[in-house]
């Protein structure tokens, strides 16, 4: 059963844009891992933010944590069209348990 | 370091022909998986192993055997494939399950 549960579905924007995507989780988590595919390729690990962590920067991506809410957001500033990706979110619980992904937000920038 | 490796990168079966998907990791992780995506489905868990001789079902076991006799390979089988399990196939290896995890670039498979 899928943990983390992404919203937009689908996103379109312009370049030079910002994008925001946002997780949604169920249980309590140890941490929440953002990732990225391109068309055709396996995930890239992103971001990981543990659960007493509020807020993590990485160039130019921002990811908050709100584990009051059981919800994250990944913002992408200034975005650009090799940005062009599907962006999943995995949420982790405790233990050796394993990762559980979400289906992810397909994210086009147009140039 | 190579990473994650897989092979094939795509594959045609007929229904009910059996095979193996090849996963290996230079990375002396204890922790591999294997996953299985579907356009709409996101990824879904098929089998893990948190380290030699150790492996546990995931979400979607049924119709799939793995292994784990060392730390650098961990095989899938599919034993009488079916059209259903036609889909791309990930594996991913790291430090634990709670980890980042690196990914494979994934095997294609069709099942006519």
């Known amino acids: 059963s899928q943990q983390g549960e992404e919203d937009p579905q689908a996103l379109s924007i312009q370049e030079g844009e910002n994008a925001t995507m946002n997780c949604s989780y169920k249980t309590s988590i140890n941490n929440l891992q953002w990732y990225r595919q391109n068309s055709g390729r396996g995930l890239v690990h992103l971001i990981l933010i543990r659960s007493n962590e509020r807020e993590k920067h990485s160039g130019r991506l921002r990811v908050t944590l709100d584990t009051s809410k059981k919800s994250s957001s990944l913002l992408i500033t200034a975005s650009r069209a090799a940005d062009t990706a599907s962006y999943f979110c995995?949420?982790?619980?405790?233990?050796?348990?394993?990762?559980?992904f979400g289906k992810g937000t397909r994210l086009s920038v147009i140039a | 370091n190579a990473g994650v490796t897989q092979t094939p990168k795509f594959q045609v079966l007929k229904t009910g022909q059996s095979m193996t998907l090849q996963c290996a990791q230079d990375m002396n992780h204890e922790y591999m998986s294997w996953y299985r995506q579907d356009p709409g489905m996101g990824l879904r868990l098929i089998h893990y192993?948190?380290?030699?001789?150790?492996?546990d079902q995931g979400e979607v076991p049924n119709g799939y055997n793995v292994s784990r006799s060392t730390t650098e390979d961990f095989p899938l089988r599919l034993l009488s494939a079916a059209p259903s399990q036609t889909s791309v196939y990930f594996c991913a290896s790291s430090v634990t399950g709670t980890e980042t995890q690196y990914f494979g670039p994934g095997t294609r498979l069709l099942v006519l």
């Open positions: 995995a949420t982790a619980q405790s233990g050796n348990t394993p990762l559980v």
């Open positions: 192993s948190v380290g030699a001789g150790i492996t």
